[in-house]
């Protein structure tokens, strides 16, 4: 079956650092990927997407590119911020599963400032 | 606009009990899906909706597990004979699955404890 993996944390990095989070997938045919993000006491928002091979998502500074190659879409940033500490999730969706999220573990991110 | 909703935010009940968990999706959003989250396992997925009906009950874990969706919109979880295991965040998501339009959009969740 479809599943998601991606690094597990937490990941502690200093204030203006660059960020990456490595998210790997196992799908049959051509899954959307996404990037939530949980900030602490929140609930989970969307915070990039993909539909596509070589689609490239971006929000707030994130970067994912959906690589079919390798099947991964790993979470860039060039400058991270303390607001920036949350658990991120990498998930993937189906059309044929009725685009049910298939989710990774979550990673979480501190930042020192 | 509105958000998802879920209601209540927090419910401790005693094993053995019945809960029913409440969420108001977004207006216009034709699907709806159940997950939850728990320390144990992550985030899963448990039922979807489009509509009224659900195509995909895979996810519930036993029967004691059920929802339905009244109206296109409003949907209940029910957990019947509560068992500790049960305790987690419930979330709830909605869609409008049209188009290249169906990314989720969830609740804030229902934090469930059984004692």
């Known amino acids: 079956g479809d599943s998601v993996t991606q690094m597990e944390g937490p990941v502690t990095l200093s204030e203006e650092a660059f960020l990456t989070i490595n998210c790997t997938y196992t799908a049959t045919g051509y899954p959307s990927l996404f990037w939530y993000v949980q900030y602490p006491g929140e609930g989970l928002q969307l915070l990039l997407k993909a539909t596509k091979a070589d689609d490239k998502g971006s929000n707030k500074g994130f970067e994912a590119t959906y690589r079919k190659e390798t099947t991964s879409f790993h979470l860039e940033k060039g400058s991270v911020q303390v607001s920036d500490s949350a658990v991120y999730f990498c998930?993937?969706?189906?059309?044929?599963?009725?685009?049910?999220?298939?989710w990774g573990a979550g990673t979480k991110l501190i930042i020192k400032p | 606009g509105a958000g998802v909703s879920q209601s209540p935010s927090n419910k401790v009940t005693e094993k053995g009990k019945d809960v029913e968990l409440r969420c108001d999706p977004i207006?216009?959003?034709?699907?709806l899906y159940w997950y939850r989250q728990s320390l144990g396992q992550g985030l899963e997925f448990l039922i979807y909706?489009?509509?009224?009906?659900?195509?995909?009950k895979s996810g519930l874990p036993s029967d004691r597990f059920s929802a339905e969706r009244t109206g296109g919109s409003v949907s209940t979880l029910t957990i019947q004979r509560t068992q500790q295991e049960d305790s987690a965040v419930y979330l709830c998501?909605?869609?409008?699955?049209?188009?290249?339009?169906?990314?989720?959009?969830f609740g804030p969740g229902t934090r469930l404890t059984v004692t």
């Open positions: 909706f489009q509509g009224n009906s659900a195509p995909d």
């Open positions: 998501a909605s869609s409008l699955n049209q188009g290249l339009s169906y990314e989720q959009y």
């Open positions: 207006s216009g959003h034709t699907a």
């Open positions: 998930a993937l969706s189906r059309r044929d599963s009725n685009y049910q999220l298939i």
